[in-house]
């Protein structure tokens, strides 16, 4: 029998739903889909922008290579070639401290050091938290017997293990960096779950580090697709039958009832078997609370706005940065910006010849602030603050800003057990499922796995 599927928004969850969909339907499966996009674009928060011989990224720029799931379905789609590591042998991060960027050392993952020579060698630590890294090996039992059972904030997590000094200066620049969040609220079990496994079986985190396969090490840490990972969207929506997607159309409400799922737009009302919620979970709470308000109480959750600003200049001779994929801001009332990235050094092929790429990363407070303003005051703020740390900026070339508004949810400390919960709700809807960033990972490997594992359960077998 026919089965009938919606799935509500066009971001990578979405669109890497449909893609699985429609390569069952290839294989027999009895599917018809219709993907709602409430936007007049696909791809959500993953957008590319090429401009004069530029490829700026206004949302991802890249994936975490441990995770495979982005790269398979990048390789199912025909983009092996295209598939490119980030320039790990000039890999350098730097953190601003008392106004100066200092180097992180090398060999970190996160804030735990691969290389104790490098650590000791390092300008950014004192002596008193380079003692604490030392010591935090000799406290490995104790570590790991007295690891708490229950969830617990990455700011107690990383006290426990360095200390306050590695906390300011490494962890939360790096998760506000990442989830523009703040590290005192966001739960460890969600958001660093292998430090919280290699705690539990080895206690100090630079042992496990150690332990771990040489292998693993000699990956580059990110990967992208050298032509933007919009190029990840665009082959996606060619997988995926034209008649299926609908652009422009809002899904503004979902009842439930004997007769299967109802979904609405602004042009009708349509019967499915199944809904595949992958639109922000703000969207997706309000939609879903005529129907439950236990479950819509387990998807309130806070989010973090993000703003990006990408300058492509034309002759880096004229703009020097160090070198290295870029720098870290401790969140603080002093600064506005998050995070630089010098594009060009992190990834190949970003800039026509010679030319210099730089993309300043707002987040949390600041970033809401920021929602008002028009394009060219949100310009000439980042333009300010990449100069108060990096020196005048000359005139770019081509200017990118993008605000991506509450885009980024915080998986606060029980954040897993909330999940928890929320699936049991889910599971008393026969046919939903809830895709997208606000659940298991915001990481776009992340949101692949699941859209397509979801997909695979709903497909009718042939
Ligand atoms: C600035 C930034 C940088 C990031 N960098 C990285 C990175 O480098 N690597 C990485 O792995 N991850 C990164 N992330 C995270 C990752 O990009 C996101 O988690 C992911 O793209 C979200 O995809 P999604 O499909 O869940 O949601 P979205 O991309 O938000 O898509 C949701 C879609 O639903 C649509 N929609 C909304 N309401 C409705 C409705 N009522 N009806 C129909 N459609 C609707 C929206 O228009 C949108 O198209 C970054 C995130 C941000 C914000």
Redesign the pocket.
Known sequence: MMKRVAI????????AAAYELARLAREGAALQVVL????T??????ETVHEGGFVM????????TEKPW?RELAEELGLGDEVMPSNDATRKTYVLVDKKLQAMPDGMRMMVPGDLDALDASELFSAEAKQAYHHEIDRAEELRTTAPDGDESVAEFTRRHFGEEVLTKIAAPLLSG?F?GDVAKLSVRAVMAPFVAMEREHGSLISALRARSSDSKKHAV?TTLRSGMGTLVDRMIAAIPEEWIRLA????FISYGEEGWLVG?ARGVERFDAVMM???VD?ARS?LQPLDAEMAQEMEMDASS?V?VGFGFPDALKFAVPPGFGFLVPPGPDSLLLAGTFVDQKFADRVPQGGRLVRA?FGGKAAERMMRCGNDETAAVARMELARILGPLPAPQVTVV?R?PR??PQYAVGHLDRIKRLDDRVREFSGLYL????YRG??????VRDARAAARQIAPQS
């Open positions: 509500v928004g066009g971001g990578v969850a979405g669109l709602f996009e409430a936007s674009r696909l791809g959500g928060i993953i990224e206004c949302g991802p720029d890249a994936w975490v982005a990442v523009g990110f159309a809002e899904v503004r737009t992958a639109a922000p969207v939609l993000s990006v990363f993008r991506w885009s980024l895709l997208g960033n606000g915001v990481g776009v490997p992340d949101l």
